[in-house]
């Protein structure tokens, strides 16, 4: 169901691992009719090209040099994402164990950092400019990409839930090994140099451990319905 609010905004949804932002996201720009952008999925997708062309993601140098010859589109739909590396979609691809585990490194190379903020802010620039709201979830929207957003979420969830949310999605993987998998990308996304996940300063914190996925989104809508 659609809400109506007034003048449509940006949304930056921010957070670790597994705290629900892609699907909070997707509700809420559902719910809103605005736009949807996954920047996780941008990072996604560059280290799966990269990977796709032999390239050692540890080697911050080669993977700077590579990335500027990649080119990643996606599409702003919140009900039906896509992504595509020079043309071909990697909606699935770009979420295997193997991309998983080498996505935090490359997300850590500053020049992909500027190549794909570039891209970001371009995708919301089109969105705003056509009289469109978007939501926008990552690790650095509230702080870097989108810094002037009306409506900044910082959306976190316990760590054992997330892992047991994870794993379930994947299938019934092991939630501990999820646990573990989780806790070292927030440790990478929250210690490297550039743009590290932080809480923006005026980004309103949401937990959502102990609340359904209905309920963080029918709470998100009612900050944008007061932020716009
Ligand atoms: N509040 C919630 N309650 C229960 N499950 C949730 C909630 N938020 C998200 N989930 C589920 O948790 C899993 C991870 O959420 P996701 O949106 O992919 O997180 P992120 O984008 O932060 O990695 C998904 O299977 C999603 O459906
Ligand atoms: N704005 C962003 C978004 C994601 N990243 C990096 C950090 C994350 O480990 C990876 C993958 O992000 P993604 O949101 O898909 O991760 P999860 O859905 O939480 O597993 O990309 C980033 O550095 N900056």
């Known amino acids: 169901m659609r809400s109506t609010v007034g003048t449509p905004i940006v949304i ?36 799966w090209a990269l990977l796709q062309r032999g390239i050692d993601v540890t080697d911050a140098a080669k993977v700077a040099e590579e990335a500027t010859s990649i080119s990643i589109v996606s599409g702003v739909d ?9 043309g071909t979609d990697v909606s699935g691809p770009i979420r295997t164990d193997e991309v998983t585990a080498a996505v935090s490194p490359v997300s850590a190379v500053a020049r992909v950092r500027e190549l794909l903020v570039q891209a970001q802010r371009q995708a919301i620039g089109f969105s705003t400019s056509a009289g469109r709201g978007i939501v926008v979830e990552g690790r650095d929207i509230g702080t870097v990409v989108a810094p002037d957003a009306p409506l900044k979420v910082y959306l976190v969830a316990d760590p054992a ?11 019934g993987a092991d939630a501990t090994a999820t646990q573990e998998s989780l806790a070292r990308r927030d440790q990478i996304d929250s210690t490297r140099a550039a743009s590290p996940l932080t809480q923006a300063d005026d980004a309103v914190v949401v937990d959502g451990t102990h609340l359904t996925l209905d309920e963080v989104i029918e709470h998100i809508v009612g900050l944008a319905r ?3």
């Open 12 to 47: 930056a949804i921010d957070g670790p691992s597994g705290s629900g932002k892609s699907s909070t996201s997707r509700g809420v720009a559902t719910a809103l009719g605005y736009d949807y952008l996954d920047t996780g999925a941008m990072y996604r997708a560059m280290t």
């Open 78 to 86: 919140p009900q039906e994402p896509t992504i595509t590396v020079d």
């Open 161 to 171: 839930a997330r892992a047991a949310r994870r794993a379930a999605e994947l299938g």
């Open 226 to 228: 007061d932020a716009s």
